[in-house]
């Protein structure tokens, strides 16, 4: 099968496509880093979920964990890497080439135009 002949979900990338994770990128690519809490709350996670997720997207590299202290408690923060930007673009990209073949094809004159009298 030639790379034409593929259909662009054979590329689908399984560590960033995954709803969770996908979130999590999201949420970082818009906001430069992202607290714990913060990401468990815009994405609905349990404490379980969010760590087992961005221990995948740490071990893909394309996340960086950092803790530290706000004075009261221990925290953790999260940072999209270069490289998890650019695997975020890519299912960026392949997510619009889907969206682009699920649109019906363009017709000259849109099927309700021909609703006129009968002939």
């Known amino acids: 099968m030639s790379d034409d002949d593929r259909h662009p979900l054979a590329d689908l990338d399984e560590t960033v496509h ?5 979130g999590i990128l999201a949420v970082l690519v818009e906001h430069e880093e992202a607290d ?3 990401l468990k709350r ?24 950092r803790k ?4 009261r408690r221990a925290r953790t923060w999260a940072r999209i890497t270069p490289q998890g930007e650019r695997a975020l673009a890519a299912e960026v990209d392949l997510l619009r080439r889907l969206l682009r073949l699920s649109d019906p094809p363009h017709t000259a004159e849109p099927p309700h135009a021909c609703q006129g009298e009968p002939r």
């Open 68 to 71: 530290g202290s706000d004075g």
């Open 36 to 38: 714990f809490t913060r």
């Open 18 to 22: 995954q709803r969770a994770r996908l």
């Open 42 to 65: 815009a994405l609905g996670l349990t404490d379980g979920n969010l760590g087992r997720h961005l221990e995948v997207l740490v071990d893909a590299g394309h996340v960086e964990l």
